[in-house]
């Protein structure tokens, strides 16, 4: 069965510094989204993505945070200059062309020191 | 999003139905009433959704009430493998397969052996 895949499932990075998550939507989908869930708490809203432009972003995702989907395949968020704050679970989804239902990767776990 | 309301747990026994309450006393007509569960340490997973009429799948069922005020999402056969965050979600029917998911704190759901 198809699934989204992402990478790494750990990223340690120091404060400042920028990172790219990095995902594999599911082939044939269109709609793309990332999502973050702090340690403990709910799972959040960052922004969706479809026919290569945002089509919604949270209170979140601020300026330090981009998307881009650079080619066919792969879907990668962008932190410019990480902050404690940042450290959570990165979750990518993306949906099909006529199906309601996302289909979220296992996640990347992010930790800023 | 309209909100919803659910136990913040519930305990069940392996091999015994589960039925996991969720209201949502503001719904619109246009809203569906999806369910997602996130098992410990992975993304979340969708598990089925539906507008009036009860629905099955090879996972659940979901029972809507009459007046689509609440629902229940019926596990037939409890195993240790659905002890998960259970989380009902309403999605209005046009961004029903565009728009974000709003997670609320959902009911984690204990399955003893």
């Known amino acids: 069965e198809p699934e989204v895949t992402q990478t790494p499932s750990h990223q340690v990075t120091q404060m400042g510094q920028e990172v790219i998550l990095r995902c594999v939507p599911i082939s044939n989908h269109l709609y793309f989204y990332w999502y973050r869930q702090i340690l403990g708490q709910k799972v959040e809203f960052l922004v969706s993505f479809y026919n290569n432009e945002i089509s919604e972003k949270s209170e979140i995702f601020d300026d330090q945070f981009s998307v881009e989907r650079p080619d066919g395949s792969n879907f990668t968020l962008k932190i410019r200059s990480t902050k404690l704050e940042d450290s959570a679970m990165y979750f990518c989804?993306?949906?099909?062309?006529?199906?309601?239902?996302?289909?979220f990767g296992p996640g990347t776990r992010l930790t800023v020191t | 999003d309209a909100k919803t309301t659910q136990p913040n747990s519930m305990e069940s026994n392996e091999e015994e139905p589960v039925h996991l309450p969720c209201n949502h006393s503001t719904i619109s007509g246009t809203d569906y009433i999806h369910w997602y569960r996130q098992l410990p340490s992975q993304g979340p997973e969708y598990v089925i959704h539906g507008l009036t009429s009860n629905v099955n799948n090879r996972m659940a069922s979901l029972a809507i009430a009459e007046d689509r005020k609440s629902s229940t999402l019926i596990l037939h056969r409890a195993t240790l493998r659905d002890a998960a965050v259970y989380y009902c979600?309403?999605?209005?029917?046009?961004?029903?397969?565009?728009?974000?998911?709003?997670f609320g704190q959902g009911t984690t759901l204990q399955v003893k052996p």
């Open positions: 989804a993306s949906a099909p062309p006529r199906g309601s239902e996302q289909y």
């Open positions: 979600i309403l999605r209005d029917r046009g961004s029903s397969n565009t728009g974000k998911l709003i």
